[in-house]
């Protein structure tokens, strides 16, 4: 992703999130969900594309409360497939309230979203789990996601490395929170 280093920083919608949001560790569970929402409704477009919709979905979606969605029936549907601020796609929508539906489910084992995340940065072995086995638990665990949304869902978060160049000062900053992917992550969570 080195080159969202050279070309977001400055550019109006990719400039902050490049600077305040990709790859930076996040715990709300709102966050979590909304990247998953965004992640999933960018296949097949451009991540401008889903910023410059960002707010349409946020309203669409109650502000990415994952109980309010859960809850979501048939005429939620309806209204989200005629919603023009957002992806009008029902493969897209039934799977953000399926997902919506699983991390309610994770909650009673793990305690939160974030909690299930950090419980599975290690495998089964106990070995750093890469990113062919977090694709694997992705397409296990939720619904549309395959291996590009999850990997850039994770790198997004600070689980998978990537997210920006060495020498970007984004890059400095997120190591200073400790992200995910720094093997002292056990520290801090």
Known sequence: MSGYCDYAPGHPLHGPYHDTEYGFPQRDEAVLFERLILEINQAGLSWETMLRKREGFHHAYHGFDVDKVASYGDKDRERLLNDAGIIRNRLKVDAAIYNAQVIQQLRAPHGSF????????????GKRRDKAGWIRLFKKTFRFTGGEITNEFLMSLGYLPGAHREDCPAYQRILKLRPPLDPAWRRKV
């Open 114 to 125: 974030a909690q299930w995340l950090d419980a599975n940065i290690l495998d089964e072995h």
